[in-house]
């Protein structure tokens, strides 16, 4: 029940940064995106004090440590692969080609 409290606090800590964003056109547009900016952040720290919250959080954490686990190519294995890739391409157009003009020509010959 606590967390949904605290998720329904968000929200409205959320929505009272749109609406001041509106309700409050005689300031500077810079002050009113700041503003919501530290409504959203308000916002997400309440969030965090939920157990979705911190779940979505360990996610996040998990995400990040796998992404640095990454092996990148280099620029080198990018080329050749991209060269592969283009070459690949080609030569199956021109054989799809190929079979679609003859069955073209098949279709063509029986129909005479």
Do not use: C
Request: hydrophobic share 60%.
């Amino acid at each position: 029940m606590a967390d949904k409290i605290k998720m329904l606090l968000a929200a409205l800590i959320l929505s009272a940064g749109v609406v001041g964003y509106y309700y409050l056109v005689d300031l500077h547009v810079a002050a009113r995106v700041g503003m919501i900016v530290g409504m959203t952040i308000v916002a997400m720290v309440v969030v965090l004090q939920t157990v979705k919250g911190r779940n979505v959080w360990a996610f996040v954490q998990d995400a990040r440590t796998e992404v640095r686990k990454v092996v990148w190519p280099t620029r080198q294995e990018t080329v050749q692969m991209t060269i592969t890739v283009m070459v690949m391409v080609t030569v199956m157009a021109l054989i799809l080609w190929g079979f679609d003009s003859f069955l073209a020509w098949l279709v063509k010959a029986l129909l005479r």
